[in-house]
């Protein structure tokens, strides 16, 4: 009789140690997919597609270099201020941002300085009240470049990385294109 019992829980034991078995290895899958690295902004993925339509849209607005500035301006027939020109640029191309650079700094998504990409828009100014806006074209080792409307020189490409005046102005940046592109 005892020889029974023992067989008994030698049968209920098996099953046991095969279903725990099979529950270790699905807890071990769920516990490292669940640690995997993530992107911290999956919506800006730098596909071909993605990245020819920001290439398309900075190669337009280098078009306009030298255009002179007006304020409140938005039209290439008689110049652009700084938010009228980002405005115009992006409209050509179906992305709808305003034409007030302290609106448009609330539209899109922030993104890191570190992670900008051509078309993203840079923010200037001083204790957080937006003053000016910028479009990034490149960001490499040697700074952020980008094209926009200055009141003395018009419409020009600079490294506000390394420019005396633009660099300790700098905000933020924003994405305003993926959202809209997709």
């Known amino acids: 009789?005892?020889?029974?019992?023992?067989?008994?829980?030698?049968?209920?034991?098996?099953?046991?140690?095969?279903?725990?078995a099979f529950v270790i290895v699905l807890l071990a899958f769920f516990i490292s997919t669940a640690f995997k690295p993530v992107r911290p902004n999956p919506s800006r993925a730098e596909?071909?597609?993605?990245?020819?339509f920001r290439s398309e849209i900075i190669g337009y607005a280098q078009n306009f270099l030298g255009l002179r500035y007006r304020s409140?301006?938005?039209s290439p027939k008689t110049g652009f201020d700084c938010s009228g020109f980002t405005n115009f640029i992006l409209d050509e191309f179906g992305v709808k941002v305003s034409t007030s650079s302290s609106t448009q700094s609330r539209q899109g998504i922030k993104v890191p300085l570190s992670d900008v990409l051509p078309g993203d828009l840079i923010f200037f100014g001083s204790r957080g009240r937006i003053q000016h806006v910028a479009m990034v074209i490149?960001?490499?080792?040697?700074?952020?470049?980008?094209v926009h409307s200055t009141c003395t020189r018009g419409i020009v490409v600079e490294n506000i990385s390394t420019s005396k005046y633009w660099k300790p102005?700098?905000?933020?940046?924003?994405?305003?294109?993926?959202?809209?592109a997709g």
């Open 47 to 52: 596909d071909a597609e993605m990245m020819q």
């Open 138 to 146: 490149e960001k490499t080792a040697e700074g952020i470049f980008c």
């Open 72 to 74: 409140a301006g938005h």
């Open 169 to 180: 102005r700098i905000l933020f940046a924003r994405d305003v294109i993926s959202a809209q």
């Open 1 to 20: 009789m005892t020889e029974a019992i023992s067989t008994s829980r030698a049968l209920n034991t098996k099953p046991f140690y095969r279903h725990s």
